[in-house]
């Protein structure tokens, strides 16, 4: 069986987000949808190191952070003092029913061993009224396995996306991290009413395909190409060099589903 996927990103912490802000300004874009007022009791369901946080200290709210992953954590904690953060499975949270007034969970849902888990406890810590979002992983919008989708056939993200599609065929089709799931159905079955889609778009630059080798290392990418066979990992390493060699703008658009608590 697959390791849970919080162990890779907590062997990557030190590097995550750090080569590139790829997860920082998605977060920034996600804290704008969702705009919450000052005050407002926020909690980050998979903080990794913070891409919901900061921009949720910086409007003024009062921040709960979780994350199975103790060096995430410590780095978080390090960063960011005013959290109260944990070291926690959001799929069990050691949390009371409805102290929240927004919860927030980007691209974590997906990678969970149960997502409606993880759903049902966001729903369980909202106060009544309040209103859950996520972002990663929805079939609804073609943005399986957690990569944001992409529009543009030449674009960087297309052609990234192409080359995993590529590289697919040599790996256990349980491989890799994350699954694709349905938003909406998730979000019904766990009670939520008022259901949005939003979303959110970021534009990365990368200096050159060794940038972008190294981004792709330091975050979820890293399990397909752990788990790709020694000869194919080379010849992913090359193909993701050529691929910056055109366009080096990464570009990549999430949904930002979200359901309010009835009450
Ligand atoms: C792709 S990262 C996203 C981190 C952060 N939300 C961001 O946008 O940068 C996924 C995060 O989910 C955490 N995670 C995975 N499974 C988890 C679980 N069962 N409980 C808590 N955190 C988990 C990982 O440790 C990692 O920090």
């Given amino acids: 069986m697959a390791e849970p ?6 062997r ?12 920082a300004e998605f977060g920034t874009a996600i804290m704008e949808v969702l705009d919450p007022p000052a ?19 910086a409007r003024g709210c009062v921040v709960t952070a979780v ?12 960063a960011y003092p005013a959290v109260t953060a944990h070291v926690m499975d959001v799929q069990a949270l050691a ?23 993880g759903v049902a406890e966001a729903y369980r810590v909202l106060a009544p009224g309040g209103r859950f979002a996520f972002t990663g992983g929805s079939a609804r919008t073609g943005g399986g396995g957690g990569a944001p989708s992409v529009a543009d056939e030449t674009s960087l993200g297309s052609r990234l996306n192409g080359l995993f599609g590529r590289f697919a065929a040599y790996l256990d089709p349980d491989a890799g991290m994350g699954r694709p799931v349905d938003a909406a159905d998730l979000l019904e079955e766990a009670g939520f009413v008022d259901l ?9 630059t990368f200096r050159d395909g060794e940038m972008l080798w190294q981004w792709a290392m330091s975050h979820g990418y890293r399990a397909f190409i752990e788990a790709l066979p020694d000869d194919r990992r080379q010849e992913f390493y090359r193909g993701v060099l050529e691929l910056a060699e055109d366009d080096r ?15």
Avoid: N
């Fill in 39 to 57: 005050g407002c009791r926020f909690l980050d369901l998979g903080s990794g190191r913070g891409a919901l946080t900061a921009p949720a200290l």
């Fill in 95 to 117: 949390l009371p029913e409805g102290g929240f007034d927004l919860v927030g969970s980007s691209f974590v849902i997906h990678v969970l061993d149960d997502p409606a888990a």
């Fill in 196 to 204: 949005r889609e939003d979303s959110a778009q970021v534009a990365i």
């Fill in 67 to 78: 994350d199975a992953s103790p060096a995430m954590v410590k780095r978080l904690t390090a």
């Fill in 249 to 263: 703008v990464l570009r990549r658009t999430t949904g930002v589903w979200s359901g309010r608590k009835p009450g």
């Fill in 5 to 10: 996927a919080w162990k890779l990103f907590d």
């Fill in 12 to 23: 990557v912490a030190d590097e995550y987000d750090q080569v590139a802000p790829f997860f």
